[in-house]
């Protein structure tokens, strides 16, 4: 097992980093966690002390949520970062990711799904939260193409697997997927965990980003759209 991570919480809210502490504190992955209520806290607190994922507001009091984690970053290259915060914006999530940032999710995202995603950012995970979409991409309407269609490694795809890979990319969730297809969670995780092996990726955000730069999907109007050059969308 994996040892115990130390967290640290930034919001200039008390509630929301209490109501997030309350949950990390009965996880056994999670060894301590701080808290901080501005940029210049959380800085000061990853000096201090040995953070290893911080879950990061955007609009702080201080400043900017974004340079804060470029500062970390620049000091603690180590720390995993996940973006939590009220603001669905491509621009945000562009700049977060561009910064270092392991993840972007908007704080109306289910709080077990927020546990998850910094337990995910925390073991070197990449994750986009329920509806936020990679910059620049737009959500699909229709389906990938049947296998013969798609060029290696998405050759090795099943047709499940390609929606998966559809949906994964346009940022849903796997419960969200799960509901999609009338399937469980736990299957939805180890359709997901097969699409990463046969791309020979780790994470949604790195799949996400193979599809788009294979020209799998094009970024069109914001969101992830199946390139015509490989079937049609019905």
């Known amino acids: 097992m994996p040892e115990p991570v130390r967290v640290l919480i930034v919001d200039d809210h008390p509630v929301v980093r209490r109501g997030l502490r309350t949950m990390l504190d009965g996880e056994s ?20 002390h040995q953070v290893d994922v911080v879950a990061m507001d955007i609009a702080l009091p201080d400043g900017d949520g974004v340079r804060a984690t470029a500062q970390i970053l620049r000091h603690r290259p180590r720390i995993a970062v996940l973006m939590l915060t009220m603001a669905d914006d491509d621009e945000l999530v562009a700049r977060a990711l561009q910064a270092g940032a392991r993840g972007y999710l908007l704080k109306d995202t289910d709080p077990d799904v927020v546990v998850d995603a910094l337990r995910t950012a925390a073991f070197g995970g990449l994750v986009l939260g329920p509806g936020v979409r990679l910059p620049g991409t737009t959500a699909p309407p229709g389906r990938l193409p049947p296998p013969a269609a798609l060029p ?45 092996a046969k791309l020979g990726v780790g994470d949604r955000v790195r799949a996400a980003l193979l599809a788009r730069d294979a020209g799998i999907v094009t970024p069109v109007a914001g969101r992830l759209q199946p390139d015509a050059r490989h079937g049609s969308s019905q």
């Open 152 to 196: 290696p490694p998405f050759d090795q795809l099943t047709p499940r697997e390609q929606e998966i890979l559809r949906h994964l990319a346009a940022g849903e969730g796997n419960a969200e997927i799960a509901r999609r297809f009338g399937i469980s969670a736990k299957t939805v995780r180890n359709q997901v965990s097969a699409v990463f």
């Open 29 to 48: 992955w999670v060894a301590q966690v701080w808290e901080a209520a501005s940029c210049a806290e959380a800085l000061a607190t990853v000096t201090a």
